[in-house]
């Protein structure tokens, strides 16, 4: 074979070898192409081999941010993919100027409207956060702001979802990473913290403190009541056990009078018998008394003095009229 042969088998080898490359094209899994036959859409190539004619058959150029920098690409990554964009400056409600960071969480859900809607998609979802973000910042003071994260990254999220739906992109969240705000608004909130601590503080121990002198009160008032109970069930235990007493003192008082009644008269009887019915027994009786009584006086001491009743002439005539009696006997 001669060299011009070779040659001409030899370039035929090599454009049937570029022109099987060319036709076959490998998806990895999770990425697309978009394929434009002579300038006009003609189909979107799935994970696995697929076949293209070449030089009629082209992938479309799209923007994609990688690394912090824009680049064009004919591969479309369908995974979801986070954009960490750069602080940038908002105005509070009530003109405070803050720095924010935000992070975005997206997915392209539809890569024909993601390469045909718009043209540089990772530019204009930024500058549609931004902006989303400047206005919802702009509705809120600095607390609010501070405080509110998740109705915040709630509201972001509504609103670019539903502006990005077009674009063929689903926001699946957004995340604000860092909010600062100057430095002398820094200063101005730790000072009012500081200010509220040390209310909260006193506050705190004012109560402590009245809580303390409302138990130690209670306490008293218990205590007092405690012991007026227990003079009351005293005064009571000692009325009734006064009472009982002189109950009982009383049944004994009866009942000794009972029997002196009894004693009486069994001896007035027994007088009776012994000195006959004309007699009358209670002079006896006393008179006999008088005589056990002079008995005591006499057996004592000789030099006392000794007052008798007005009324002892009568017993002496008593002691005169039993003589009688015993003399009639």
Avoid: C
């Avoid at 902006?131 to 609103?159: M, Q, W």
């Avoid at 008179?287 to 008995?295: R, T, V």
Wanted: proline content about 3%; glycine content about 4%; charged content about 25%.
């Amino acid at each position: 074979m001669d060299p011009t042969t070779l040659l001409i088998v030899a370039a035929i080898v090599v454009f049937a070898i570029l022109f099987v490359k060319k036709t076959l094209v490998i998806i990895p899994q999770s990425e697309t192409k978009i394929i434009e036959r002579l300038g006009k859409y003609h189909s979107t190539l799935s994970p696995g081999i697929n076949i293209i004619i070449p030089f009629i058959d082209t992938a479309k150029n799209i923007v994609i941010l990688k690394n912090g920098r824009y680049y064009n690409s004919t591969t479309i990554d369908l995974r979801e993919q986070v954009y960490d964009f750069d602080k940038q400056n908002v105005i509070t409600k009530d003109n405070v100027q803050t720095e924010i960071n935000a992070l975005l969480y997206f997915q392209i859900m539809d890569p024909f409207k993601a390469a045909y809607e718009i043209d540089n998609l990772p530019n204009a979802i930024e500058k549609l956060t931004q902006t989303t973000l400047r206005n919802i910042i702009g509705e809120l003071e600095l607390d609010e702001t501070l405080t509110s994260r998740d109705t915040i990254n709630t509201k972001l999220r509504a609103v670019l979802d539903d502006a990005t739906d077009k674009w063929g992109v689903k926001v699946n969240r957004v995340e604000l990473q860092d909010i600062t705000p100057p430095q002398s608004v820094l200063t101005a909130m730790e000072k009012q913290m500081q200010a509220e601590r040390n209310k909260r503080a006193a506050i705190l121990t004012s109560e402590g403190e009245k809580a303390s002198r409302i138990l130690a009160s209670e306490g008293a008032k218990t205590a007092m009541i405690n012991q007026a109970e227990a003079a009351k069930q005293q005064a009571i235990l000692q009325a009734e056990g006064e009472a009982q007493a002189k109950r009982q003192k009383a049944e004994a008082e009866a009942y000794a009078i009972q029997k002196i009644a009894e004693a009486e008269a069994t001896a007035v009887q027994t007088v009776s018998q012994t000195i006959g019915s004309s007699a009358n027994p209670a002079n006896y009786i006393l008179a006999q008394k008088y005589i056990e009584m002079m008995k005591e006086i006499n057996s004592g001491d000789k030099t006392k003095t000794v007052y008798l009743p007005y009324e002892a002439s009568n017993l002496l005539g008593s002691i005169g009229g039993i003589k009688d009696m015993f003399k009639e006997k």
